[in-house]
């Protein structure tokens, strides 16, 4: 019973200074887990084996959506899976992501040079991260690519690709750390992640040999060229747990904490965030509208087709975004520091809404489409009896998870913006600031219970 009183403790009172709970200590058979390593190899080469599958579905299977089962399984399952996971366990789904499966492969076969990546990777790859995450996003849009199974498999092995070529060049998982799309908006979300994998500093002060960063006896380092002794976000670290078996002095864990601890010690200073948030607020509401009634009668009185109407309409959002967000955090009068540097504020509040907002999104293809998924499976497979397992989830039922959803992204909002105002910037933020900001959250959460029920 204590022990799950100290868990809700540690969730739902905020406490900047010691608000964490090691999960090793409070649960052995996790830390058991993390340390076996197969456990993680055979998770891994289930999930290589299932993304192999889905390829080969996808270029040399049905190309009609209503008897290819692997769009449901690849947008529905997978890609709502995935967004899930960064509430609860960050960057852990990167532990196990097939994208790098073949890269793994050809480095412990030693076809690859292993060489470090080189400077401009390290300083150009957030922009060129973020750029390929929208493309992404754009192309999924405007090419209908969750209709098309061909398509579908080539946006895999596009990504699997891309691993592999750096797994070539490059030691490690270079791009993982640099160049994956999906890596950068997952790590954007795993701030608010319940969950962080952190080393304990004191622990690390007594180490001499930094093998979770160098490796030794054989050992491969971190794979993200981080070591544990590093990670102080959850932007990078993939919850891998390899630097455990590395340490010599028992450092890392598995800990719980509040949703909200990171992103208010930091205060947006991210960088990654600071780019990924509006430009993924912007596309959710340039998708809902596509997807809507409403895109038509936009773009019609252009002129515009299909394509440029949802470019421009990408772009006029985001921009719209940008410009908003920007407001909030001058609002707040304090977003430079000379020790803490430049940070933008606001970004942590808008951020429960941005991500509860992919949520929506991906939820709602799920289940819309999750009815037919026994359906599409029997005709693919021939099995007549599966074609008779259709349903429908409610309408009403897609706007109240919508609605509820979006109040706890609200909610969230309102608690983290409360906080700076009475607490982190006390006596410095103007009530009428304060307002001000709450009228703009009020307004971003107007936009999406408009576009969503």
């Given at each position: 019973?204590?022990?799950?009183?100290?868990?809700?403790?540690?969730?739902?009172?905020?406490?900047?200074?010691?608000?964490?709970?090691?999960?090793?200590?409070?649960?052995?058979?996790?830390?058991?887990?993390?340390?076996?390593?197969?456990?993680?190899?055979?998770?891994?080469g289930f999930g290589d084996l299932v993304f192999l599958i889905l390829i080969l579905l996808g270029l040399f299977g049905p190309q009609d959506p209503r008897r290819n089962a692997m769009l449901f399984v690849a947008w529905g399952i997978w890609w709502t899976s995935v967004v899930l996971s960064w509430f609860f366990v960050g960057r852990m789904w990167c532990a196990f992501c097939p994208f790098p499966g073949l890269a793994r492969l050809?480095?412990?076969?030693?076809?690859?040079?292993?060489?470090?990546?080189?400077?401009?990777?390290?300083?150009?790859?957030?922009?060129?991260?973020?750029?390929?995450?929208?493309?992404?996003?754009?192309?999924?849009?405007?090419?209908?690519?969750?209709?098309?199974?061909?398509?579908?498999?080539?946006?895999?092995?596009?990504?699997?690709?891309?691993?592999?070529?750096?797994?070539?060049?490059?030691?490690?998982?270079?791009?993982?750390?640099?160049?994956?799309?999906?890596?950068?908006?997952?790590?954007?979300?795993?701030?608010?992640?319940?969950?962080?994998?952190?080393?304990?500093?004191?622990?690390?002060?007594?180490?001499?040999?930094?093998?979770?960063?160098?490796?030794?006896?054989?050992?491969?380092?971190?794979?993200?060229?981080?070591?544990?002794?590093?990670?102080?976000?959850?932007?990078?670290?993939?919850?891998?747990?390899?630097?455990?078996?590395?340490?010599?002095?028992?450092?890392?864990?598995?800990?719980?904490?509040?949703?909200?601890?990171?992103?208010?010690?930091?205060?947006?200073?991210?960088?990654?965030?600071?780019?990924?948030?509006?430009?993924?607020?912007?596309?959710?509401?340039?998708?809902?509208?596509?997807?809507?009634?409403?895109?038509?009668?936009?773009?019609?009185?252009?002129?515009?087709?299909?394509?440029?109407?949802?470019?421009?309409?990408?772009?006029?959002?985001?921009?719209?975004?940008?410009q908003l967000i920007r407001l909030g955090s001058i609002l707040f009068v304090y977003y430079e520091d000379e020790l803490f540097g430049r940070f933008s504020p606001m970004i942590p509040v808008v951020m429960p809404l941005a991500f509860t907002g992919e949520l929506i999104y991906r939820l709602r293809y799920f289940l819309q489409n999750v009815g037919d998924f026994l359906p599409t499976l029997g005709r693919q497979l021939g099995i007549?009896?599966?074609?008779?397992?259709?349903?429908?989830?409610?309408?009403?039922?897609?706007?109240?998870?919508?609605?509820?959803?979006?109040?706890?992204?609200?909610?969230?909002?309102?608690?983290?913006?409360?906080?700076?105002?009475?607490?982190?910037?006390?006596?410095?933020?103007?009530?009428?600031?304060?307002?001000?900001?709450?009228?703009?959250?009020?307004?971003?959460?107007?936009?999406?219970?408009?576009?969503?029920?």
């Amino acid at each position: 019973m204590r022990r799950w009183k100290r868990i809700i403790k540690t969730l739902f009172v905020l406490d900047l200074t010691n608000g964490r709970l090691n999960l090793f200590e409070e649960f052995p058979a996790l830390k058991r887990f993390f340390y076996n390593r197969r456990y993680f190899a055979y998770i891994r080469g289930f999930g290589d084996l299932v993304f192999l599958i889905l390829i080969l579905l996808g270029l040399f299977g049905p190309q009609d959506p209503r008897r290819n089962a692997m769009l449901f399984v690849a947008w529905g399952i997978w890609w709502t899976s995935v967004v899930l996971s960064w509430f609860f366990v960050g960057r852990m789904w990167c532990a196990f992501c097939p994208f790098p499966g073949l890269a793994r492969l050809l480095q412990h076969l030693g076809l690859s040079r292993l060489k470090n990546p080189p400077k401009w990777l390290t300083c150009k790859g957030l922009h060129l991260a973020t750029a390929g995450f929208f493309f992404i996003i754009w192309a999924e849009t405007v090419t209908g690519m969750k209709e098309s199974p061909f398509l579908t498999a080539l946006l895999l092995l596009a990504i699997v690709g891309g691993a592999t070529v750096c797994g070539i060049l490059f030691r490690g998982y270079t791009w993982c750390r640099y160049l994956c799309p999906l890596g950068k908006i997952i790590g954007s979300a795993s701030t608010m992640a319940l969950t962080e994998f952190r080393a304990d500093l004191k622990k690390c002060s007594q180490c001499k040999t930094f093998a979770c960063r160098r490796g030794r006896n054989g050992l491969k380092p971190c794979p993200v060229f981080l070591g544990a002794y590093h990670a102080k976000n959850n932007l990078v670290c993939l919850v891998c747990g390899h630097c455990l078996i590395l340490c010599e002095h028992d450092s890392p864990a598995l800990y719980l904490r509040h949703p909200f601890r990171e992103q208010i010690i930091n205060k947006g200073r991210y960088i990654t965030c600071s780019y990924v948030i509006p430009l993924l607020m912007g596309s959710q509401v340039a998708r809902f509208i596509y997807e809507g009634p409403y895109f038509s009668q936009i773009v019609s009185p252009l002129g515009l087709g299909k394509t440029a109407g949802f470019t421009l309409l990408f772009a006029l959002t985001t921009l719209v975004f940008i410009q908003l967000i920007r407001l909030g955090s001058i609002l707040f009068v304090y977003y430079e520091d000379e020790l803490f540097g430049r940070f933008s504020p606001m970004i942590p509040v808008v951020m429960p809404l941005a991500f509860t907002g992919e949520l929506i999104y991906r939820l709602r293809y799920f289940l819309q489409n999750v009815g037919d998924f026994l359906p599409t499976l029997g005709r693919q497979l021939g099995i007549s009896a599966f074609v008779g397992f259709h349903f429908a989830v409610p309408e009403t039922v897609l706007v109240a998870l919508n609605l509820f959803l979006l109040a706890l992204g609200y909610a969230g909002g309102i608690y983290v913006s409360f906080y700076f105002y009475r607490k982190e910037f006390e006596g410095l933020v103007p009530r009428a600031n304060f307002f001000l900001i709450q009228l703009i959250l009020a307004i971003f959460v107007f936009i999406y219970v408009f576009l969503v029920s």
